[in-house]
């Protein structure tokens, strides 16, 4: 068992950078990949970027690639999600997950989400 919990969202304008970070407790967090997911209002959730469990293999969105960074820190069980040059589609509740494999789409842990706005 893992708890997730997501923090760092926020209201900024478009250009602008917010880094959220998703700390862990629970069972060892090298064990596990992770995922950050978004869901903005009337749409699917989509996974916005992916880490394995030793921060070798990354994935990302088309749709942020060049824009975010994802990165972690096994020794304070802790994942980040640099966003620059953000734009008002980015609006969304972001969250982290936790699952065996990066490239997955399903994850069996999952945090509560943190809301990130972006104006023009």
């Known amino acids: 068992q893992v708890q997730l919990v997501e923090s760092g969202g926020g209201l900024v304008q478009a250009g602008g950078s917010l880094r959220l970070s998703c700390a862990a407790t629970?069972?060892?967090?090298?064990?596990?990949?992770v995922g950050w997911f978004r869901q903005a209002p009337g749409k699917e959730r989509d996974r916005v970027a992916a880490i394995s469990k030793s921060g070798l293999n990354i994935l990302y969105a088309d749709s942020v690639k060049g824009r975010f960074t994802i990165s972690r820190d096994n020794a304070k069980n802790t994942v980040y999600l640099q966003m620059d040059s953000l734009k008002p589609e980015d609006t969304a509740v972001y969250y982290c997950?936790?699952?065996?494999?990066?490239?997955?789409?399903?994850?069996?842990?999952w945090g509560q989400g943190t809301q990130v706005t972006v104006s023009s």
């Open positions: 629970g069972r060892t967090f090298s064990s596990y990949a």
């Open positions: 997950a936790a699952g065996s494999q990066y490239f997955s789409v399903s994850y069996d842990y």
